[in-house]
């Protein structure tokens, strides 16, 4: 969606006002869900979109058409949820009108709240409420309150129509669009499951191979206990794999934190499997981009970079060695628990001591720990912090840990370390989803003026980069934020003092001539011919948008860009290193004042 919104604010998009699209999608905020039979961190999304065209009418009746005519599902066991309304918003009685219309009884119509019922891009930005489809699958109620988005297995959720009218300020106010958008969602793993009669999405082709390639390493069956693991490793290895393939590479900070996370609680599961070789993860790698190669050639051309990370990574825990019996994380955690049960008086001493040095991966600021010092008053309530990191940063299961704890603390309140690790657990799915929503959104991680304005040096970057390195250089990744610039890019060699002094002072000089920066729309082989580069051109239409900054640079780009460059001010490169083998990573920030 992020791509999207300088489109949903009113720009036009070179394709026109109704898109449709399939977007690959990472979320980890709920994590812990995965290993029952439906859900996946990583999935794909359909979708069709209205950029200031069509409104809730036509999406909500084209839904229904497309749900009962093409995809034949019984119009009796379908249940639709609209919004309910609050202080900000009313509720959305026109999108539960249309549905009535359609015909679907009010006793199948539901009115919840936000949580439910209202999306958007961020804390700021374009938002509206939304009306879900769900099907029945005719399995017995929970209970006396069963509705469709309570997630008891009886209803499926299939569709979702966003009526985005709305665009929350920084303050959290909310004013109207310029003009109202359609967003609309199907999950393909869940629909297809669903079409197929099946309650368990790694039972279709989909999966399978996967799952099948898991049962001959681990010589196990895809049966009983066996089955949570073995959809674990299959989702995350999935994950990480079309992760690393769209250039984010395993690491300690941001997005790649996510991908190394995904990886290690992967092998870990394998542990669980009696998989000892960890290597083994790369027979099930090639798996997945064997079974998506055909869709996703990507991942076939990059099969070799996909694995060499993988192998990189698996060597890098083998030396540490933390999700095993006898690492250093469990000797650590049994020296902890020994300290704790002396009666250490410094429960924030005991906290930094023990649990932050393990945070430093998901947590980054002093601000950020002290936020979770209310949570270790006693012993046990340290304890729980401890087996929320085992979990979360090494892999470790919970049962473990908090055996260990009950060797060394007596009396060890399980009570009181499981209220401490819930409310961790908490406010880790809260980090978790704010990540997701900023480092996996196409590159931009909002649309402020400051990201506006990194946008555009990366146009500079990457030509000056040309310029000074070779036309061999090629972007291959980016991702921005309003505190810097990362740019990843083709190149074998690390970068001298000299080459780097030279591209700051290049972009820094095209930032002082104050170059105007222009749009156009063209055909992608115009663009081409024009000289643009389009090392992301399957990512578009045959129509696309060329950014030129004066004559320097052309790139092929959705935007949004700085009218002319001396409103970006001035840049400094702050680091510069390797990424993966023939990659580079260059880091930029706004001079102080810019």
Not at 104 to 120: Q, V
Not at 284 to 300: A, G, S
Not at 508 to 533: C, D, F, Q, W, Y
């Amino acid at each position: 969606m992020h791509p999207l919104i300088p489109y949903l604010l009113g720009e036009i998009h070179p394709l026109g006002k109704r898109l449709v699209s399939n977007q690959r999608c990472l979320r980890t905020q709920d994590i812990e869900e995965v290993g029952n039979a439906m859900h996946l961190t990583f999935f794909e999304m359909l979708g069709n979109w209205s950029l200031g065209d069509y409104w809730k009418k036509e999406a909500i009746e084209w839904s229904w058409e497309f749900l009962t005519k093409e995809l034949n599902l019984e119009p009796k066991r379908i249940s639709v949820t609209c919004f309910a309304g609050d202080k900000d918003a009313p509720q959305d009685e026109e999108a539960a009108g249309i549905w009535r219309k359609i015909g679907i009884p009010k006793e199948r119509i539901y009115f919840l709240g936000k949580e439910d019922n209202w999306w958007s891009v961020g804390d700021s930005g374009p938002c509206g409420p939304d009306t879900e489809m769900f099907y029945d699958t005719g399995k017995k109620k929970c209970g006396p309150s069963c509705r469709p988005g309570d997630n008891c297995g009886k209803y499926f959720e299939v569709w979702n129509d966003v009526f985005m009218e709305f665009n929350r300020l920084p303050n959290g106010k909310l004013e109207k669009l310029k003009q109202r958008n359609i967003d609309t969602g199907m999950g393909v793993e869940r629909t297809t499951a669903m079409l197929q009669g099946k309650d368990d999405v790694y039972e279709t082709e989909l999966f399978k191979p996967i799952i099948q390639t898991i049962e001959e390493t681990s010589k196990k069956k895809y049966q009983g206990e066996n089955k949570k693991p073995m959809r674990i490793i299959t989702d995350h290895l999935r994950a990480a794999t079309f992760a690393i393939g769209d250039g984010v590479i395993p690491s300690n900070i941001e997005a790649g934190y996510i991908v190394r996370r995904l990886i290690r609680l992967a092998i870990n599961e394998g542990k669980r499997l009696g998989i000892k070789d960890k290597f083994t993860v790369l027979k099930t790698v090639e798996t997945v981009i064997n079974n998506y190669q055909i869709e996703y050639v990507y991942l076939k051309n990059k099969k070799e970079e996909i694995e060499e990370e993988y192998k990189i990574e698996v060597g890098k825990l083998i030396k540490t060695d933390t999700s095993y019996k006898g690492s250093k994380a469990e000797l650590e955690t049994k020296k902890s628990a020994k300290r704790l049960g002396k009666g250490n008086e410094s429960p924030e001493g005991v906290f930094k001591a023990i649990s932050l040095p393990k945070l430093k991966g998901l947590i980054k600021n002093e601000k950020d720990y002290r936020s979770f010092l209310p949570y270790v008053s006693t012993a046990s309530g340290v304890a729980g912090t401890i087996v929320f990191t085992q979990k979360n940063v090494l892999g470790r299961p919970i049962e473990g840990t908090i055996n260990t704890f009950k060797k060394y603390i007596h009396p060890f309140d399980e009570e009181e370390s499981n209220k401490s690790f819930q409310e961790l657990q908490k406010k880790h799915q809260e980090v978790s989803k704010i990540s997701a929503e900023k480092k996996f959104a196409g590159g931009l991680a909002d649309h402020s003026g400051t990201v506006t304005k990194y946008h555009t040096t990366t146009h500079l970057l990457h030509q000056a980069l040309r310029d000074v390195l070779g036309k061999h250089v090629q972007q291959v990744g980016s991702n921005i934020t309003p505190e810097r610039l990362r740019f990843d890019f083709s190149h074998l060699e690390k970068l001298t003092d000299e080459q780097l002094k030279k591209i700051e002072a290049m972009v820094n000089a095209k930032i002082k001539a104050n170059l105007p920066v222009k749009a156009e729309t063209m055909s992608l082989e115009a663009a081409k011919k024009k000289g643009a580069l389009a090392f992301f051109g399957e990512k578009y239409g045959d129509q696309v948008k060329v950014y030129s900054i004066g004559n320097y640079s052309q790139e092929v780009c959705g935007g949004p860009h700085v009218k002319s460059t001396g409103g970006i001010g001035r840049v400094k490169i702050i680091k510069e290193k390797t990424v993966g083998a023939g990659r580079r990573r260059i880091y930029i920030q706004l001079a102080h004042g810019s």
